[in-house]
Structures are given as C-alpha cells and as structure tokens.
C-alpha cells in the first residue's frame, strides 16, 4: 500500500465516487449483460486498495487528476450511452496510467509481443504511415498481405508480412512517419533478467507471459534496446486496462512478474515485465527486430 | 444476443450459427462503429474493428450458418454505407469484407465498379479507391469486370487495383504486366514489380515461366519489364527467364471469368506442354 497521506485522502475520496459508480455498472450489467470490461467498480475499489507500486510522489500519483477522472466516470450514469461510458472509462484509466514506481534495472534490451489481432492492427499502422507518406500502392499492397495472413488456419503467418516492411525500399519510409508501438501513452514490455530467455514459440509466450485469451496464432516480436535514462515502471492495475486478474508486484520485487499460464507442461516460469512511455518505430534498430514467433 | 462462450474464454463460433442475419448486422455494425458492448474492442493493443469478425470467420466452419449469415450482414451494410457521404465505420467493412469475399456482396460491388459513380465527397477522401480495392480482392471476376479492370489500367490512379483484380487469373496477370508496370512510378516498380513476381509464383514455377515466355513478345515492347522481370525471378534465385525470349507476339487473351484454381493452370498447362520446365537454381 502506498503509505503517502496525500495518496490516502485521495484513496478515501475516490471511495465514494467508486461507490457510485459500482452502482453504475451494475445498472448498465443488468441491462446489457456483462460488464464491458467484465469487472465491476467493487473489484476496481479493492485492486486499488491492494496496488502497492503506484508511486506516492505526489507528481507522478496526482491524486487531483485521479479524483476528477473518477467522479467523472461515477457521474456516467445509466441511461448514458455506452461510448460516453467507455470514454469516461477510458480517461479513469488514462490518468493512473504509468504512475507505477520506477524499476532500478536496467535491461540491455526490451521486447513487446502482439498477437495475431494485435499484430494485425499494428501492421495497419504500417499502411497508414505509408499512405500518409504518399505510397498508396504500398500501401495497398501491404493492406493485402495482412489480409491474407489474417484468413490463414490454422495459424497466422506473419513472414511474408514482415518480408514486405522489412524491404529496404519500404523500411526508410516507415521510419520517417514516427509510427508508435503502441496505440497509448504507454505499454508493457518484458526483457532479460540474468540470462537470455528465449522465446521460441507463441504457445510458450501466451503462458509465459499470462496472456488472457488463449490464441494458437503466431506473436509479432518487436525488440528493441533502452536508451540511456529511459524510465521503467512497475506495471500498475492501471497499466493493465483495470484488468481483474492483474496483480501488482509486492513492494520489495526488482521488477514486475506475470503469473504464468499453466496450459504448457512444463509450466514456464514467471517474467520480468515493465511498462514505459510508448516509443515510436525507429527505436529499432534495424528491420531484423521486428520477428514473427511461430506457433 | 448474448455470447456464447468455451470453457476458456473465447467466444463459441458455433453458436453463432444460431444468430440471425438482422442479429448479426446490428452486431457487426455496432462494431464497426466502435460502440461493441457485448465483445467490447481491445483499445490497447491496436485492435481494429473488423479484425474479430475476421478471427471467427476464420475459426468457423466455411459451410456454417455463421459464414452465410456473416456474408449477408455485409451484404445488407454495403449498400446502406454506399448512400451515405463516408463514414468512419466504411473503411472496416469494406476491409472485412475485402478478406472475406462474401458471395452475397460480389453483385452490388460488380455495380459499383461497372459504373463507378463516386460522388466528389468519396473521390476526396479516396473511398473510390477503396471500394475497387474490395471488389479487386475477389477472386473470380466476370468478364464484363475483367473489361473494365483493363480499362483502368490505364489509369494512374486505379492501376495496382485493377491489376490486382487481373492477377488471379495467371495469363491476364502476364498480359497485363506492361500497363502496369508503365503505371508504376520508378519507386513503385522496384518494391511492387517483385512482389507481383511473387505472387504469380504460387502458381506452378514451370507454367509461370512457360507463360512468360509465350508473352515475351509483348512484355518486351515495354523497355526495362523484361530486364526488370528477370531480376526479380533472380531476387527468388530463379535463372533469367526473359533474357532469352523472343517469342512472336501472343494472341490477346479472352476477357474470360478469372478463376481460383491456382497451382493446376491446367489450360496454360495444355498450350505448352512440350515446353520444357526451368530448373530453380540451387
């Protein structure tokens, strides 16, 4: 638990409002099934409670902006529609998002995984820097191959994809449209803590890395090195989109841990995880570090 | 509708076959517009809209309800977004529908190209184009749509779409090579002439090699395809196919019904059978 008072008044103030919007989603659950974000205002209020890494620097907590995002989620009442919920949702979490405490590591080398329709929203991002820079036909060509990869069974394969950003005519261009890794201000990322891990396979990584929905598609590997005074957080329930089967890590940990998945035998063992502000493309280094990783 | 959901977690495709084609619209509509409250869009990872759709078309069983039902919802949206100035949920469909390739949509799409009346308001924002493109996608193309694909062709602006609606048929991918190529700006030629190699490799190597070679006469009238075909095949570690080729003019093909039959070529097959295959180089 955080022990800044500043923190604790904020804590104790956002009980109320939490309260009301529990009884938010609650109305909207009973309407509409379940919770959009399958987790109540309840289950928020006590993840809060037990999140001991959001940073107590009064800076970083800003228990002001939290307040006013979470009043004005608790003001989303029903009847409202569920995009001004999902926007006052989203905002609630915009504003923990990377307030994690810093991690005193310092990793030679990070790497993010997307899976299939993660991957296939990021090769999108592609396309667009290359309509934005004036290569339509590129554009249109690389649109078509993630298409195809996309259709495939019983495995997305992402070569032929990768192949295509990775030409020499095609890279330079991506890197001159400042095309970001992630599609917030922030994003998750694991690395080596003592020895090299590989990461061979996506059957390994979604269990490794405790990804929720199970997915027996191929991973897209982005790797890339840190940077000198590059800032990495502990991974706060905010971080995760509120998710429920998030845990923090307890004070005390070098780093963040997933919770491996034990749906390969032998069960992997846990991962270091961080989260950091979202960099753009061109912090890899060459085209070779954006990889498919193979069922 | 509620999901259906499997043991662990995802949502049960086959259940979906109980859906019904309005139930299916409004959800796939709802999607698309970025208002899902029953799968609601991973906003954190890039997710598009169209991209679940795709997944469990994917997964599902091709003579499903579900397939069927899917393709109907996208056929009864098409023509409600084609009335429409350009709304933000087009683009998705029009991508789902481009991987896809539901028969129930394929007519109204013939329509919109055959006539091709885009208003100013789509023709600035570039929706002309990506309506082509969806059509493009499909793999079997009437004739009356193989006509107008070469027509546009000649068109700057249209030129890698409609060859891409030409190559799925392998002698009118060869044939119209030069257009395209005389289309393609210098930049666009090195990055798209490989990759239209590339693709007509999924044909048997040795029918490629014999078709090109049938039509090497016309595809020399346009100066550096040739040279710009060979290096391509040697970019694959193919020997020149081309370099040699002096084959009288060939005949222009039909504007026959494009066809999916990749890897037989069984008509082109016919024609040169005493052609000897090339070897790859090792």
């Known amino acids: 638990m955080a022990n800044s008072r500043l923190y604790e008044n904020a804590l104790s103030s956002l009980g109320a409002a939490l309260a009301q919007w529990h009884a938010t989603a609650q109305r909207i659950a009973a309407v509409s099934g379940p919770d959009p974000q399958n987790q109540s205002g309840g289950e928020v209020l006590r993840m809060i409670e037990a999140e001991e890494q959001l940073s107590a620097h009064p800076a970083n907590a800003d228990p002001v902006l939290m307040t006013q995002a979470l009043d004005a989620l608790a003001a989303t009442s029903w009847p409202a529609s569920p995009t001004e919920f999902q926007k006052a949702y989203e905002t609630a979490i915009e504003q923990f998002r990377l307030h994690g405490r810093p991690i005193r590591l310092s990793p030679r080398t990070l790497y993010r995984y997307l899976n299939g329709r993660a991957a296939s929203g990021f090769l999108q991002q592609l396309a667009k820097a290359l309509r934005a820079a004036g290569r339509k036909a590129h554009a249109r060509r690389l649109d078509t191959l993630i298409g195809d990869a996309a259709t495939q069974r019983p495995d997305a394969n992402w070569d032929r994809v990768i192949e295509f950003v990775r030409n020499p005519k095609v890279w330079p261009i991506l890197l001159g449209q400042e095309v970001p890794l992630a599609p917030r201000r922030g994003m998750f990322v694991t690395f080596d803590l003592d020895t090299p891990t590989v990461r061979g396979s996506a059957r390994w990584l979604h269990a490794a890395l405790a990804l929720w929905l199970p997915l027996d598609d191929c991973f897209l590997e982005l790797r890339y090195p840190t940077t000198a005074g590059e800032l990495l957080r502990f991974p706060t329930f905010a971080d995760a989109g509120w998710f429920r089967h998030f845990v923090g890590a307890p004070v005390g940990e070098p780093c963040g841990w997933t919770r491996p998945h034990k749906s390969i035998d032998p069960a992997p063992d846990r991962q270091p995880e961080a989260v950091h502000a979202t960099p753009s493309l061109d912090r890899l280094s060459s085209p070779n570090d954006l990889r498919a990783v193979p069922p | ?282």
């Open chain 2, 1 to 282: 509708m509620a999901l259906a959901l499997t043991n662990d977690g995802r949502i049960d495709v086959a259940a979906l076959d109980k859906w019904s084609v309005a139930e299916l619209r409004d959800w796939l509509a709802d999607r698309l517009k970025g208002q899902d409250r029953l799968w609601p869009i991973d906003a954190e990872n890039f997710e598009t809209p169209e991209s679940l759709f795709i997944w469990l078309w994917r997964d599902a069983n091709p003579q499903s309800a579900f397939v069927a039902t899917l393709g109907r919802a996208c056929g009864e949206l098409l023509p409600e977004a084609w009335g429409k100035p350009p709304e933000p949920w087009l683009r998705p469909l029009l991508r789902l529908v481009a991987t896809i390739r539901p028969e129930a949509c394929q007519a109204f799409l013939n329509r919109v190209v055959i006539h091709r009346n885009f208003s100013p308001e789509m023709r600035e924002e570039d929706m002309d184009e990506a309506w082509l493109d969806t059509l493009a996608a499909y793999d079997r193309q009437s004739p009356d749509l193989v006509k107008v694909w070469r027509q546009l062709l000649h068109d700057a602006r249209f030129a890698d779409i409609a060859y891409r609606a030409l190559s799925h048929d392998l002698i009118q991918a060869v044939w119209s090579l030069p257009e395209y190529y005389q289309a393609l700006t210098p930049d666009e030629r090195s990055v798209l002439l490989p990759e239209a190699m590339r693709d007509m490799l999924r044909w048997h190597t040795s029918t490629v090699f014999a078709t090109l070679v049938r039509y090497g006469g016309k595809l020399s009238e346009t100066p550096g395809l040739c040279g710009a075909i060979d290096a391509a095949l040697k970019e694959m570690d193919y020997p020149p196919v081309l370099a040699r080729a002096s084959a009288p003019k060939a005949p222009v093909p039909p504007a026959q019904e494009s066809n999916t039959t990749h890897g037989d070529g069984a008509s082109v097959l016919r024609d040169i059978a005493r052609e000897r295959p090339l070897a790859k180089v090792a």
